[in-house]
């Protein structure tokens, strides 16, 4: 006899897998890395010539930098925990508006030393207050779209997937060295790229305000809630909403406050620090160098082109180690952070001895194709070091290391190159050589990072 009531047993759906970023979002977010990695390097194109012009002191500009990547230090890990509870997206358009301020004060501040107004040491001091914009506002944008990337990609496929984020920044320095010298202008002169990369910012800002997805959390109970601001210690779990940041190899891992050195990341932030340390000691030397092997000191204004060129010769490496050579090998965190830190060291080696345009611009492809390398490595060896509950933590730590290799190793690697060559090529040659010492024996396999479970 059947049952008068039976039971009806509902079906539970199945909780789709994680989409893949659509072809759509991933322009958008390449083209925010680009706007800003493109007027950057532009910049570095034209600053050793604008100091020349100043007649200010190599070290004095490279110092310039220094309050804005303290600054970066500092709100970089802020801006990334705060994109957690109010999206990636506010974030990305905060360090947006943060690079078009920045660049639109310090282009007119510079101009306004170029044209007499201003001291050259009113416009130096006006120029670095204005470029601590970028290093408090702008520093939201990276950490933000590393993390939206990062928390909607497979553990085994993110070293590419940020490897392509990654290499934005590589097309950035081709097409902003390339661009820069066109963009010296009559009336704007040697300021013009300040002002039309903010333009170009402004127009990257309207794009992503239109066509990127509101992800900002639209009701208080579908997310984690916290004891303090930036505490990073849940109270509550997450209501299980948002499927995209589960990840099916992965456990679920209560998130906690992390730190620089604690053991899972200590490795890849020493790594971090010491091989940033030596890239942005090459950068910083880069330009000067090119002025005095060229003997362009007297005529400045010719500077801009035979710089942006090296600039350039080592943004194309740049690029054929993050689109080609890392996913044509299938590089790991560990060999890509290994094998590129040799190859940079060697380039640098070479740099230090180049004495005419060719050499010099292969030189600093070489040394620039090992940071290609090493650079995403890095950076994809602390994303797999945390869960993906940890991964917007992860990656304001990771921008916070990047800016602090530039508090003061460039006006160090300028001022020792200043006083001899070796000094400051030996410097940069060491630090990678114990990056590579240390690395041999503190980072874990690339098997371990990609199979581990959390």
């Not at 009559?186 to 402004?202: E, N, R």
């Not at 305000?209 to 601001?229: C, K």
């Not at 070489?366 to 090493?374: E, H």
């Amino acid at each position: 006899m059947a049952d008068k009531n039976p039971v009806v047993i509902a079906e539970v759906p199945v909780a789709a897998k994680p989409r893949p970023i659509s072809r759509e979002r991933m322009i958008l977010l390449f083209a925010v890395m680009l706007t800003t990695a493109a007027g950057n390097t532009a910049m570095q194109s034209v600053m050793p010539s604008i100091g020349t012009a100043l007649q200010i002191d190599d070290v004095w500009i490279s110092l310039a930098y220094s309050w804005s990547a303290l600054l970066w230090v500092i709100c970089a890990p802020i801006w990334a925990e705060r994109s957690d509870r109010r999206g990636r997206k506010a974030m990305m358009a905060l360090g947006l508006i943060g690079f078009i301020a920045s660049f639109s004060l310090c282009g007119l501040m510079l101009w306004l030393g170029l044209s007499g107004y201003l001291t050259a040491f009113w416009a130096l001091i006006m120029f670095a207050a204005a470029r601590s914009l970028y290093g408090g506002f702008g520093s939201a944008a990276p950490p933000a779209v590393q993390a939206y990337v990062a928390s909607r990609t497979p553990r085994a496929e993110r070293t590419q997937a940020l490897s392509l984020i990654a290499s934005s920044f590589g097309l950035g320095t081709v097409i902003g060295p390339a661009l820069a010298p066109l963009m010296v202008l009559p009336f704007l002169g040697l300021t013009g790229p300040f002002l039309i990369f903010a333009a170009i910012g402004v127009a990257t800002l309207i794009a992503l305000r239109w066509r990127l997805p509101n992800d900002e959390p639209q009701f208080p109970a579908r997310g984690t809630a916290y004891d303090a601001p930036y505490s990073g210690s849940p109270t509550a779990e997450p209501s299980g909403g948002d499927d995209e940041d589960e990840d099916e190899d992965e456990e679920a891992v209560e998130p906690h406050k992390l730190r620089w050195f604690e053991t899972r990341l200590r490795p890849w932030v020493i790594v971090g620090l010491l091989g940033g340390h030596a890239q942005a000691m090459v950068l910083g030397i880069s330009g000067f160098l090119v002025l005095d092997r060229l003997g362009l000191r007297a005529t400045p204004a010719e500077g801009t082109g035979p710089v942006g060129l090296v600039l350039m010769a080592g943004a194309i490496a740049t690029l054929l180690a993050q689109w080609g050579l890392i996913p044509r090998f299938n590089l790991g965190p560990r060999a890509a952070t290994l094998s590129g830190i040799a190859v940079a060291a060697f380039g640098v080696v070479i740099l230090g001895v180049a004495d005419d345009l060719h050499l010099i611009a292969l030189s600093f492809a070489i040394a620039s194709l090992g940071f290609g390398l090493f650079r995403p490595g890095s950076t994809s060896g602390t994303s797999l070091a945390v869960t993906r509950a940890e991964q917007g933590q992860a990656s304001g730590i990771t921008a916070s290391v990047a800016g602090a290799s530039y508090i003061y190793a460039p006006a160090l690697g300028v001022w020792l190159y200043g006083h001899s060559d070796w000094l400051g090529f030996g410097l940069i040659v060491a630090l990678c050589a114990i990056v590579f010492v240390y690395g041999w024996t503190a980072l874990q396999s690339d098997e371990k990072l990609v199979s581990k479970q959390r």
